[in-house]
């Protein structure tokens, strides 16, 4: 072969090596083949992305000291509600993927283990749904008091929703405080009511149908 044969051959395989490695720079065969195994609504799913680098351990312990639910409870929830279909929750596929959709999950689940951690979920929050709501009716809250409560868990609860990448505007943020605050008027009336079996207030004789 002459020399401009072979110069032509070496750029030829130079070419084509460069074509290879720009497809995928620096990733390894195996990482690729892996990657196209993860559907794709997965590997689009953006919540969770604040969480980069948070250790199981610690997202635990905060949600521990806030609320009834566990951080794996808690992920598995936000999932269910992100992965249902007309069918039903995509039990199969959150578990599977549930490292590459979670961060500080690193572990995959079965469906039961996914489905026990949905139920956990539901059970904490009506039998914390009831207990919040008897303290409301029972009277054992002032009107302030009870303020400050909806204040307290409505500010862990935006949180939440912001860690999962929820993003609320002040004026969006105003609205639901004010929508919460004006339901929670009409609980502490209707309780009122309900004890009492009259319009009128027993502490100050006024009249529990008049708006604030």
């Given at each position: ?11 030829s ?6 074509e ?9 065969d ?26 199981y ?49 690193t ?37 302030d ?48 009511d ?12 006024g ?6």
């Amino acid at each position: 072969m002459s020399q401009e044969g072979e110069e032509q051959t070496r750029q030829s395989t130079t070419d084509a090596e460069s074509e290879a490695e720009s497809a995928s720079p620096g990733v390894p065969d195996a990482e690729r083949e892996e990657a196209s195994d993860v559907p794709e609504d997965v590997q689009k799913y953006a919540r969770f992305q604040k969480m980069d680098g948070a250790q199981y351990d610690r997202v635990n312990e905060f949600l521990r000291e806030r609320t009834y639910v566990t951080a794996r409870e808690w992920a598995i929830a936000r999932l269910c509600a992100d992965f249902r279909t007309e069918t039903g929750v995509e039990m199969t596929k959150i578990g599977e993927n549930l490292p590459e959709l979670v961060p500080f999950m690193t572990d995959t689940y079965t469906p039961q283990a996914v489905n026990q951690a949905r139920s956990a979920f539901e059970e904490k929050v009506r039998k914390a749904g009831a207990t919040f709501l008897y303290g409301a009716m029972c009277d054992f809250f002032t009107a302030d008091e009870l303020d400050d409560v909806m204040y307290e868990t409505t500010e862990i609860a935006k949180f939440l929703l912001e860690v999962e990448g929820v993003d609320l505007t002040v004026d969006e943020e105003l609205d639901a405080e004010e929508r919460i605050s004006s339901v929670m008027r009409d609980v502490r009336r209707a309780s009122d009511d309900l004890r009492h079996h009259t319009e009128e207030c027993p502490h100050c004789g006024g009249d529990l149908t008049a708006d604030d």
